[in-house]
């Protein structure tokens, strides 16, 4: 994959399409197990029952489902997870060069003040991707190929984490909730800051970031490398020779 060059010829809606969604399921069969260990960490503490922590870390985390649960059990919800990728991804990653061009005045070096109109987490990944991607490239710091899809997806992993994880840590705990423990997410808010303190919102942020980071970097490697692949295939099939 490392080895494939940028093609002159852009790819098109469909092969973005394509590859988006088939990039985010790779991703998500190599990075499930982080998410799961994930989730088991943010709703830990939430009542007082769970005080003691039953899991310590990430590995900790993985192994002790693994003893107590079976070996499958990091990989619980796989199949809906590869179904939202590849009816979501596909659209939310493989539409989005469309959109940005769509949205953008032809011959404007500056895309910037309607990129960053779109959801915070879109803002966060897609849009500080593209960012760090476009800065690399126009100061000649690294060319068009894997160090810099990696680079760029890194970063991309990181300020997504740190703006999501609050949203993320109280949706988790509001919908692993009993009835009637929280009358609403901004409930849920409350009672956290009142009983745990800032902080929790970034309880389980190790794992998110190990599991969002190589999310990333996976599904933004394998998307590039993706695209050039499926246009090569039509560039040689569309050939005449």
């Given at each position: 994959m490392v080895g494939l060059k940028p093609s002159e010829v852009p790819p098109t809606t469909a092969v973005k399409f394509l590859g988006a969604g088939t990039a985010a399921c790779f991703a998500d069969l190599l990075t499930f197990p982080l998410d799961t260990a994930k989730v088991r960490l943010q709703i830990q503490g939430e009542n007082q029952a769970a005080r003691s922590a039953q899991y310590r870390g990430v590995l900790g985390t993985i192994l002790t489902m693994v003893r107590t649960e079976g070996p499958c059990s990091p990989y619980k919800g796989l199949v809906a997870g590869l179904q939202r990728q590849m009816s979501f991804a596909s659209v939310r990653i493989g539409?989005?060069?469309?959109?940005?061009?769509?949205?953008?005045?032809?011959?404007?070096?500056?895309?910037?003040?309607?990129?960053?109109?779109?959801?915070?987490?879109?803002?966060?990944?897609?849009?500080?991707?593209d960012i760090i991607k476009e800065k690399l490239l126009n100061y000649h710091l690294l060319t068009d190929n894997f160090p810099c899809h990696f680079v760029s997806a890194f970063g991309a992993g990181f300020c997504a984490t740190v703006v999501a994880s609050p949203v993320d840590v109280v949706k988790t705990r509001y919908m692993?909730?009993?009835?009637?423990?929280?009358?609403?997410?901004?409930?849920?808010?409350?009672?956290m800051v009142t009983q745990e303190g800032p902080t929790a919102f970034y309880k389980g942020f190790t794992p998110s970031f190990l599991r969002l980071g190589a999310w990333n970097v996976v599904m933004f490697v394998t998307y590039e490398q993706l695209k050039r692949a499926l246009m090569k295939v039509q560039m040689l099939r569309e050939s005449p020779f």
């Open positions: 539409l989005y060069d469309s959109v940005k061009q769509f949205y953008t005045p032809k011959g404007s070096d500056r895309t910037l003040p309607n990129i960053t109109r779109n959801a915070i987490i879109n803002c966060a990944e897609m849009v500080t991707y692993n909730s009993p009835p009637g423990q929280y009358g609403s997410p901004f409930d849920c808010m409350l009672k």
